[in-house]
């Protein structure tokens, strides 16, 4: 039997009680596709900041690293906005994307056919939409030096940050967007601001350098600020989108809501070499945590990522997938979800038990 061990960061908010219900679903699974499945929790982001002062302990780090996969859950809470910004619950996220060498972030978007009527934006707009974003991910403005704030001597502070990208960092990040594009719809946009922005127009450079390669596929370009519209004027237009940091994370909440609800949105994080990172895109909802109403497919939805990329367990992935659609298609919605009055409301772990009872009719 493949045996697989998982390190379960569930931090804060929201965290603990979106990786309680994916832990069942995933438990649920193993005993079905025969595979034999460990999640080991570590402290993480603010609740490790309260165990020991760190965001991100090395023990953490070294599990992590050791691991054949990392689910995370989110982190961060507003009564940290008060500490410096290293020790801060953000920080140990940012931490352990670059120790791993997560430099490609990949967020798929996809319509569920039984939430078209879940998003604020039209049917017709956002029915064959279909897309991923690839978001560079240890690059860029949040990790750019130099940074900090200087008492300036005309008096007064003065803050900054840098965004920085080198060649190797663009290329490798773009092969990765060409090559998800050969197995779909061939089709690359890169989105940059270069009518601004010197670092912006070296990444369309080395974008359409790296892009000559790939003959058959379709590369454009587009500024944020004008994708930012196109993504809710006409998302269908796209198939792969490729950018930055700072602007992957604006717009990958954006494309978020064509589905719906933020809640509904997986991602993974990846590198050439450690364990892969599998997180919601959503952040901890400090506001309805331990209220029992958060929406736990978002996170469910990344460990059916996880299950396929790290863990080659396809069947069992694709297996969740379709629970998670037959559970909607009966009518069954987080309260983020509802669209009318036909359908019933449930709370996260009564979701997560209907998606359980689905996986097990699968049989
Ligand atoms: C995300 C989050 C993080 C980011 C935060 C929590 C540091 O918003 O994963 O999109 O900005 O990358
Ligand atoms: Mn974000």
């Known amino acids: ?9 569930s931090g804060d908010g929201i965290g603990p009680e979106i990786s ?15 595979f034999s499945i460990s999640l080991e929790e570590k402290p993480f982001g603010g609740s490790s900041i309260e165990l020991t002062n760190n965001p991100l302990p090395e023990e953490t780090l070294e599990s992590c690293k050791n691991s054949d996969a990392v689910l995370l859950a989110a982190i961060g809470d507003p009564k940290y906005d008060n500490l410096a910004r290293e020790l801060r619950p953000e920080s140990g996220l940012l931490r352990l994307r670059s120790e791993l060498g997560l430099f490609s972030n990949i967020r798929p978007v996809k319509i569920r056919e039984a939430l ?24 860029g403005i949040y990790f750019g030096q130099p940074k900090g704030r200087i008492n300036t001597e005309e008096g007064g502070e003065r803050a900054f940050n840098t965004m920085t990208y080198s060649q190797f960092e663009i290329d490798r990040i773009a092969k990765i967007a060409f090559e998800l594009a050969e197995k779909r719809r061939k089709k690359v946009c890169s989105i940059d601001k270069a009518n601004v922005l ?4 070296f990444w369309r450079e080395r974008v359409t350098n790296i892009g000559n390669k ?3 596929i379709e590369l454009s370009h587009q500024y944020v600020d004008n994708a930012a519209m196109q993504l809710v004027r006409q998302p269908e237009q796209f198939d792969v989108i490729l950018t930055g940091n700072l602007f992957g ?50 996170m469910i939805l990344s460990a059916a990522m996880m299950l396929k990329i790290a863990l080659k367990e396809e ?15 009966k009518g069954f919605r987080t309260v983020d979800l509802i669209s009318n009055p036909s359908q019933q409301e449930c709370g996260c772990r009564e979701i997560g038990e209907l998606i359980i009872q689905e996986i097990k009719s699968l049989e």
């Open 1 to 9: 039997m493949t045996s697989h061990k998982i390190i379960l960061l």
């Open 20 to 34: 309680m219900v994916t832990k069942k679903v995933l438990e649920t699974l193993s005993q079905i596709f025969s």
């Open 116 to 139: 078209i009527d879940s998003s604020s934006l039209k049917k017709e707009i956002i029915r064959n939409v279909d897309l991923i974003v690839v978001r560079e991910l240890t690059g």
């Open 198 to 201: 010197d670092v912006s127009q």
């Open 214 to 216: 790939y003959t058959d």
């Open 249 to 298: 994370d604006i717009i990958s909440d954006e494309a978020a809501m064509l589905t719906g609800s933020i809640g509904m949105l997986p991602s993974a994080s990846l590198g050439a070499r450690n364990p892969g990172v599998f997180e919601p895109v959503h952040g901890s909802a400090p506001d309805i945590a331990g209220k029992n109403i958060a929406n736990p497919i978002a």
């Open 315 to 329: 069947k069992a992935a694709e297996a969740l997938e379709k629970a998670i659609d037959n559970t909607l298609a």
